[in-house]
């Protein structure tokens, strides 16, 4: 049996996991879901202060809050920086790290570096006109708009994320991330949902700094094709590959 700390990626809290974690647990493992300081139950703690130290203070305090046994550490999406903050402070609990459509981030970068000039410049301008300078609203989770990140996603679905989303603090977006050196070689898996593989060794290889990261003996792969939110698009499968992680046939790169 493992335990796993599930953390959600941006607007949601611990209720994106609920089909994830059933599954997990139906295969005999624990599963936490973790909802981040400002986000879903724990809105009212949202304020301008909310960054990116907060939120990994709240994941290493699921880890250590889960028993004295290692913890597999899963980050969908946005969740990537306080989960590797986290991971790199935790280096006796973790035992893997899992990023499901997502990634760590080189030391001294913050999320927003990661973006296009012109995508950068939209998520700036949304935060001023619509989140009052300190937040990023809720999507509009449009699927014709969208349909590669949507994709497998039903119109329930769709309105489920639209009305229990909550806005993301923008300061988890803005604060670069410090990261040791060396870093750890805590293992590492990598579900990949809207990005092949080839891709993302091919971006590695052309030297882009963020994939690079993505790569070397600490890392395994898997890929899961559907849109950018799994847990809801395909549960059953995501819980699966997670088991799968936690266990010895996971070892070593492929």
């Not at 959600?8 to 609920?18: I, N, Q, T």
């Not at 909802?35 to 202060?49: C, H, I, K, S, Y």
């Not at 006109?129 to 708009?145: K, L, S, Y």
Request: with cysteine.
């Amino acid at each position: 049996m493992a335990t796993f700390v599930l953390v959600p990626g941006f607007w949601l809290g611990a209720w994106a996991w609920e089909e994830v974690a059933a599954g997990l647990r139906d295969e005999g493992h624990e599963a936490l879901p973790v909802t981040l300081t400002g986000l879903a139950e724990r809105a009212d703690e949202l304020t301008p202060e909310v960054g990116l130290d907060a939120h990994i203070a709240d994941v290493v305090g699921a880890v250590e809050s889960a028993g004295p046994g290692p913890v597999v550490l899963v980050a969908h999406s946005g969740a990537n920086m306080a989960v590797t903050g986290a991971a790199d402070r935790l280096v006796d609990r973790v035992s893997r790290v899992v990023y499901v459509d997502s990634g760590p981030m080189p030391s001294g970068m913050a999320g927003i570096d990661f973006r296009a000039p012109d995508d950068r410049a939209e998520l700036e301008k949304t935060v001023a006109e619509a989140g009052d300078g300190w937040t990023i609203p809720v999507p509009a989770f449009d699927a014709d708009t969208d349909p590669v990140n949507l994709a497998g996603l039903s119109a329930e679905r769709l309105a489920e994320m639209r009305r229990r989303g909550t806005p993301q603090p923008f300061a988890t977006v803005t604060q670069p991330l410090r990261r040791p050196e060396p870093l750890p070689g805590t293992p590492r898996t990598l579900v990949l949902c809207t990005i092949p593989l080839p891709a993302v060794r091919q971006m590695a290889g052309s030297g882009n700094p963020v994939f690079a990261m993505m790569t070397g003996p600490e890392w395994t792969y898997r890929e899961l094709p559907t849109g950018h939110w799994p847990m809801f698009s395909k549960p059953r499968e995501l819980a699966s590959l997670l088991a799968e992680s936690a266990g010895p046939e996971s070892a070593g790169p492929e």
